[in-house]
T-cell receptor, first 111, second 114 residues
């Protein structure tokens, strides 16, 4: 059974701070890694994807992947109240057509 | 381009009934996936369709079924509803369903079973 684990939170950070979200996965064969953002009452929206070890930056967001440790993280710099949402980590395996999601970390950015 | 469209937005059913949910993918997308989201279990994969064929199925009982039509639109059906089937059902589409593709989610159907 493939598992993706996230700290459920809530994670509270002050406005302007760095928010750090973490995720571990059980399947060593996992190949693609995604971070989705879900606002309350809305559907998930992809914000980052990463496929190889290292860092990937997109604006205020940085995704980090360490396959040896089976660990994925998302950093949000200069956090804004509009970043308050649940962040879902998702993973796919080789030849897989399904995403396995973590249960999400709820982030609250305090003005 | 229109996004993924799911209908209906809300449904209320009673135990033992059956329900059919509909999903229209983004134009040109041939892969449609279905997910169930509950507060306790999070998002769980139900099944994925491509070119009218089910390619992958999650760990759900046979009461959950689906199909895809030649225009890529998809339906999922839940028979003999149970209280535990109350959830948000999300449909997502992508071009070919490859594991590195971006999934686009619809707004979901909120199903309440009484």
């Amino acid at each position: 059974q493939k598992e993706v684990e996230q700290n459920s939170g809530p994670l509270s950070v002050p406005e302007g701070a760095i928010a750090s979200l973490n995720c571990t996965y059980s399947d060593r064969g996992s190949q693609s890694f995604f971070w989705y953002r879900q606002y309350s009452g809305k559907s998930p929206e992809l914000i980052m994807s990463i496929y190889s070890n290292g860092d990937k930056e997109d604006g205020r967001f940085t995704a980090q992947l360490n396959k040896a440790s089976q660990y994925v993280s998302l950093l949000i710099r200069d956090s804004q109240p509009s970043d308050s949402a649940t962040y879902l980590c998702a993973v796919t395996g080789a030849g897989s057509y399904q995403l396995t999601f973590g249960k999400g970390t709820k982030l609250s950015v305090i003005p | 381009k229109a996004g993924v469209t799911q209908t209906p937005r809300y449904l209320i059913k009673t135990r033992g009934q059956q329900v059919t949910l509909s999903c229209s993918p983004i134009s040109g997308h041939r892969s449609v996936s279905w997910y169930q989201q509950t507060p306790g279990q999070g998002l769980q994969f139900l099944f994925e369709y491509f070119s009218e064929t089910q390619r992958n199925k999650g760990n759900f009982p046979g009461r959950f079924s689906g199909r895809q039509f030649s225009n890529s639109r998809s339906e999922m059906n839940v028979s003999t509803l149970e209280l535990g089937d109350s959830a948000l059902y999300l449909c997502a589409s992508s071009l070919e369903g490859h594991n590195n593709e971006k999934l686009f989610f619809g707004s979901g159907t909120q199903l309440s079973v009484l």
